[in-house]
């Protein structure tokens, strides 16, 4: 880390979110600790700060003099992995998506490694969590899943009642094992489930999908 930390800075690490990291102060107090590879900016909207692994050491009381690499530059335009509960395509489609995807995903594995305590990538981290639909969509397009459409069949997420959760829905079993098995990949705890309610089809399965913590 090189330069110590100042009382003031040590406080906004000591008040940063115990789950996400998740860091408050002025923006020249945070511009600061990223210097000291203690906190990165995200990328993406709204831009906010996080501690990085060392960072997270110092919060609980175990300072660490080896620098955190910084988070690579990405593109800060505003991306939203599809739910399948979309009423609208997006207008981006094709191969110029497919780089929209993979960008997204890389970005949000950095994420896990920056802001999980022990710089983990296979693991969930706090964004995820409060985060649950979008990422299990994000999770489920990057891992090539088709997603419904106002005309087309396709995976459906949608919040659950069940807490920390995501209901999938998919187009038959062959397309519900894909989305269960493109989810556990990520690093989501996933179980098949007999539909609560009639869905148009008789026996009709869906998915409960949740973040592992571990």
């Known amino acids: 880390m090189g330069k110590p930390t100042t009382a003031a800075q040590r406080r906004i690490i000591e008040a940063a979110d115990p789950e996400t990291g998740r860091l408050t102060g002025s923006e020249a107090q945070l511009a600061g600790l990223v210097r000291l590879r203690l906190a990165f900016r995200h990328p993406r909207p709204p831009h906010a700060y996080f501690l990085t692994p060392a960072g997270h050491r110092i919060r609980e009381g175990e300072p660490d003099p080896a620098p ?3 988070p690579p530059a990405a593109d800060s335009s505003a991306f939203a992995a599809r739910t399948g509960t979309e009423q609208t395509v997006p207008a981006t489609t094709g191969p110029a998506r497919a780089r929209e995807v993979r960008s997204a995903w890389e970005g949000l594995i950095e994420l896990r ?3 999980n305590p022990d710089g983990s990538r296979e693991r969930p981290c706090g964004w995820e969590r409060s985060h649950l639909v979008q990422a299990a969509a994000l999770a489920l397009e990057s891992a090539g899943c088709h997603p419904a459409g106002p005309s ?3 995976y459906r997420v949608e919040s659950s009642a069940q807490p920390e ?3 999938v829905r998919a187009p038959g079993p062959e397309a519900l094992r ?3 098995a493109a989810l556990e990949g990520a ?3 996933v179980s098949e489930h007999a539909e609560p309610r009639a869905r148009g089809s008789q026996g009709a399965r869906c998915l409960l999908a949740s973040p592992r913590r571990t």
Do not use: K, L, N, S
């Open 178 to 180: 894909g989305c269960a």
């Open 187 to 189: 690093g989501w705890q």
């Open 68 to 70: 955190a690499p910084r």
């Open 152 to 154: 087309e069949e396709g």
């Open 113 to 115: 490694r920056m802001t």
């Open 165 to 167: 959760a995501v209901t």
